[in-house]
């Protein structure tokens, strides 16, 4: 069964641009999760996203946003970047909504210049 | 954002060594995960723990979910050169909080041939 995929792998943006970021989760699991992680503040929580709603989402300034399909998949976008938004994005998956097991993608490394 | 506490923050051992990492939180946790993070890569999943006092055995890594639920430990026996990288313990608090997964700092481990 193919793990979850994440695209780009790699993205060099400029101060001010809006990325996009995508997400394919595990066939058959329904919930994504995003993560973002940096050297200072190590792993922290996103957004949780499950039958196409966010049902949680983490202290990250509006600017964080994020969408899931019908069929499971997700994308974030940040727009306005920062310096300080460089950092590598992670998106898990799990089976189903709530505690369970997450599955993490290779993540895509952003750097913002 | 809030982290659990791990600890060591990193070891370096001789290869055939055992290692023990643990995690403590101030709060409960219904869910501990642990995983292990190669360098450009997401975090992989090792152990999940459910129940408190559950231990729990995957290969050469065993796991346990601390009786108060603050806390949990990772031993890791025999240890061998591609044990090297960086462990990570995550807990859930499940319920309006879902499927978000807090993180500890890691401990990076480095072995010795």
């Known amino acids: 069964k193919a793990g979850v995929t994440q695209t780009p792998r790699y993205l060099i943006k400029t101060r001010g641009q809006q990325v996009t970021l995508s997400c394919s989760p595990i066939?058959?699991?329904?919930?994504v999760s995003w993560y973002q992680q940096t050297p200072g503040q190590g792993l922290q929580f996103l957004f949780e996203y499950f039958s196409e709603t966010q049902r949680n989402k983490g202290n990250f300034p509006g600017r964080f946003s994020g969408r899931q399909f019908s069929n499971s998949r997700s994308e974030m976008n940040v727009s306005t970047l920062e310096l300080g938004d460089s950092a590598l994005y992670l998106c898990?998956?799990?089976?189903?909504?709530?505690?369970?097991?997450?599955?993490f993608g290779p993540g895509t490394r952003l750097t913002v210049t | 954002g809030q982290q659990l506490n791990q600890s060591p923050q990193s070891m370096f051992i001789q290869e055939g060594e055992d290692v023990s990492m643990n995690c403590t939180s101030s709060s409960i946790f219904n869910t501990w995960l642990w995983y292990k993070q190669d360098p450009g890569e997401g975090p992989v999943l090792l152990i999940a723990l459910y129940k408190a006092g559950e231990l729990t055995s995957n290969g050469r890594l065993t796991a346990q979910f601390g009786i108060t639920r603050k806390d949990s430990f990772l031993n890791i026996s025999a240890s061998i050169p591609s044990d090297v990288g960086i462990y990570f313990c995550a807990g859930q608090k499940g319920g309006n909080q879902g499927g978000k997964l807090i993180f500890g700092q890691g401990t990076e481990l480095s072995v010795k041939p």
């Open positions: 898990a998956s799990t089976r189903d909504r709530g505690i369970g097991e997450q599955y």
């Open positions: 066939s058959g699991h329904r919930s």
